[in-house]
């Protein structure tokens, strides 16, 4: 430690006082077919045999699949979104631009085993490369992040247990999008049956793993039929996901059965077997807020044994810390407080710093339900700053609606520093555009000294079906790779994680079209692009910050799969390369 400098020394006292925090616990059909404006160009992928033509119109899945490739290849010469529109609706990567003349062509399709009466008739679709490129190559968006890799001196990270699964979610779920492309190129026989195509990468692969990318192919095959509205077939593919897939089974096993599951309930909606007050009552039933006060034993269980919120916790305390150094009184005002494990860092922190003491800590915490348990964790607070003698106050500040929050009611004072945290609040208003609008400008009203800010890096807001089916496949199956890596098979606050947040997520953004689509979620470049319109700037997270999250994953058995990178002045956590969170920091100019 004697190469450290002296200001990542201090920051070391965040991660020697953790152990005290552990007291705490289609939007109408897409509102008509897409725009055939996205034309296949012949010389687009080089990777793709030519003698057959792979893009047939009905091969939305495989289109999708390949279409990451040349997204990605894209995104550094196009400009992020910047309207609300985009933000809002369909807010996923830049449209591909070809930059060679584009070729059109138009097959011919017949509509088949529609289960919604549709007359059989003959289609004439516009064929699309960036539509088949999706899978394929969905892990070189990731793998070649905006950012660096992070890399501080004097932290050095353990190495991962062998579990015995060689091959991560995200691989898997590629190679099984390269062999439904290639069987689709290549017009083999149906997914269920054993002569599907393996490309020259899947020889040498255990019998677990190849049994694993075969079900995620027919989960793929059974996408694409549902997307087609080809009921009867997507029925029977889903039947065969079904008996090989369990809830307690491998992670790739349970993620196929959650997906499956939602695959289901949407053929089940489209047929009209439900209603749709039955149905909105299921999606009714996932409530962010309810979901992180709720079930104390599993999110805590969650919070210790996986890495992703302690990292983005105490890089996040670190950026604040900094940033009130000389304040002696300061005013935490916090959206979504959960169980208030961020805010006890933040106070031991603060009573540990060098210099002066403070003399006041105030914290309200915002909510628009859950009183009761906010209130609990008031009172857990104000005991625990009792117990290490910080002069310190807790208000609770309920509203029946966003639109009712004002700064009148936060009761500022112009002695203290004005802090604000929001974790994962922004998102769970991408659907509610007043509110989004609404409270950004509250919040600038409130003019804090900084915002520190921890989103969820997923990028599935698009209302094309697939295009949201396959995003969420990849992000929601490193958190199963992770949960296989951090938390045995039978641990039972495993399970209930994996049921009571990962589940009605994925119903959400699977079954749900339209206003009935209330979870969306955008990357780090979307809201750039959103905040620069209240004349926001983003603060650089200091080395200091780095330094706190690698120390972090260094606690954790599996912390060599957490990968921590920069994009730009933020940092993303993520899982084996795939984004999961990103921990920001901002002010007004």
């Known amino acids: 430690m004697s190469n450290i400098p002296s200001k990542q020394l201090n920051s070391c006292k965040l991660v020697e006082l953790n152990s005290s925090s552990e007291h705490f616990e289609s939007e109408s059909e897409e509102r008509g077919k897409r725009k055939e404006h996205n034309d296949f160009n012949r010389a687009g992928d080089r990777s793709v045999s030519m003698d057959v033509n792979p893009f047939r119109s009905d091969n939305a899945i495989g289109k999708e699949i390949l279409s990451h490739i040349h997204e990605e290849r894209q995104m550094k010469s196009l400009s992020p979104f910047g309207s609300l529109?985009?933000?809002?609706?369909?807010?996923?990567?830049?449209?591909f631009q070809s930059c060679q003349e584009d070729i059109t062509k138009v097959v011919t399709v017949k509509s088949e085993d529609s289960e919604l009466g549709e007359p059989q008739k003959l289609k004439s679709e516009k064929l699309n490369l960036e539509s088949l490129s999706l899978l394929k190559n969905y892990g070189y968006r990731?793998?070649?992040?905006?950012?660096?890799?992070?890399?501080?001196?004097?932290?050095?990270?353990?190495?991962?247990?062998?579990?015995?699964h060689k091959l991560s979610i995200d691989a898997i779920?590629?190679?099984?999008?390269?062999?439904?492309?290639?069987?689709?190129?290549?017009?083999?026989?149906?997914?269920?049956?054993?002569?599907?195509v393996f490309s020259n990468k899947l020889l040498g692969i255990s019998a677990e793993d190849s049994k694993d990318i075969k079900l995620v192919e027919i989960l793929l095959a059974s996408a694409e039929k549902v997307g087609q509205k080809k009921f009867r077939r997507a029925r029977k593919l889903l039947s065969r996901c079904c008996e090989c897939s369990s809830e307690k089974g491998n992670p790739c096993e349970r993620l196929v059965h959650y997906f499956c599951a939602a695959l289901s309930e949407k053929i089940d909606h489209h047929i009209g077997r439900e209603t749709s007050k039955t149905f909105q009552?299921?999606?009714?039933?996932?409530?962010?807020?309810?979901?992180?006060?709720?079930?104390?034993?599993?999110?805590?269980?969650?919070?210790?044994?996986?890495p992703f919120s302690q990292v983005s916790q105490f890089a996040g305390v670190q950026a604040i810390i900094e940033h009130v150094a000389e304040a002696n009184k300061v005013h935490i005002i916090?959206?979504?407080?959960?169980?208030?494990?961020?805010c006890i860092v933040l106070m031991q922190a603060l009573v540990t710093r060098d210099g002066k003491p403070i003399e006041h800590l105030r914290i309200t915490a915002i909510g628009t339900k859950s009183k009761e348990r906010i209130e609990e964790t008031g009172k857990r607070l104000m005991n625990f700053a009792e117990s290490?003698?910080?002069?310190?106050?807790?208000?609770?500040?309920?509203?029946?609606?966003?639109?009712?929050?004002?700064?009148?009611?936060?009761?500022?004072?112009?002695?203290?520093?004005?802090?604000?945290?929001?974790?994962?609040l922004f998102s769970t208003m991408?659907?509610?555009?007043?509110?989004?609008?609404?409270?950004?400008?509250?919040?600038?009203?409130?003019?804090?000294?900084?915002?520190?800010?921890?989103?969820?890096?997923?990028?599935?807001?698009?209302?094309?079906?697939?295009?949201?089916?396959?995003?969420?496949?990849?992000?929601?199956?490193a958190f199963f790779d992770c949960m296989e890596d951090c938390m045995e098979r039978s641990n039972q606050n495993r399970?209930?994680?994996?049921?009571?947040?990962?589940?009605?997520a994925i119903q959400n953004i699977v079954v749900a079209e339209g206003k009935e689509r209330t979870l969306r979620q955008v990357d780090m470049s979307v809201w750039r692009s959103f905040f620069k319109r209240f004349a926001m700037v983003e603060l650089e997270l200091s080395k200091s910050s780095l330094y706190q999250a690698s120390l972090i994953v260094n606690k954790f058995a599996c912390g060599s799969s957490c990968t921590l990178d920069r994009d730009g002045k933020c940092l993303i956590i993520g899982w084996k390369g795939t984004p999961i969170h990103s921990l920001s920091a901002w002010k007004f100019v």
């Not at 529109?85 to 449209?95: F, K, Q, T």
């Not at 916090?334 to 961020?342: K, L």
């Not at 399970?495 to 990962?502: A, G, S």
């Open 85 to 95: 529109e985009d933000l809002y609706y369909d807010a996923i990567s830049p449209p």
């Open 142 to 164: 990731f793998r070649h992040l905006k950012g660096q890799k992070i890399e501080v001196g004097g932290c050095s990270l353990k190495q991962t247990k062998d579990n015995g």
């Open 173 to 196: 779920i590629r190679l099984a999008g390269e062999s439904f492309i290639r069987s689709s190129i290549l017009k083999c026989n149906d997914p269920l049956e054993d002569s599907y």
């Open 281 to 306: 009552k299921k999606l009714q039933l996932f409530d962010f807020e309810d979901a992180v006060m709720s079930q104390k034993s599993a999110n805590l269980a969650f919070h210790k044994e996986v």
């Open 334 to 342: 916090d959206f979504v407080i959960m169980n208030g494990s961020n």
């Open 388 to 424: 290490v003698k910080l002069p310190f106050s807790f208000n609770a500040v309920m509203v029946a609606d966003m639109l009712d929050l004002n700064e009148n009611i936060l009761n500022l004072n112009a002695e203290e520093v004005v802090v604000v945290q929001s974790s994962y």
């Open 430 to 477: 991408i659907a509610k555009s007043d509110r989004l609008e609404y409270v950004m400008r509250v919040i600038r009203n409130i003019n804090p000294s900084i915002m520190v800010m921890i989103e969820n890096e997923g990028n599935y807001n698009s209302s094309v079906f697939v295009k949201r089916f396959v995003e969420a496949l990849f992000y929601y199956g």
């Open 495 to 504: 399970l209930l994680v994996e049921l009571i947040h990962f589940s009605p």
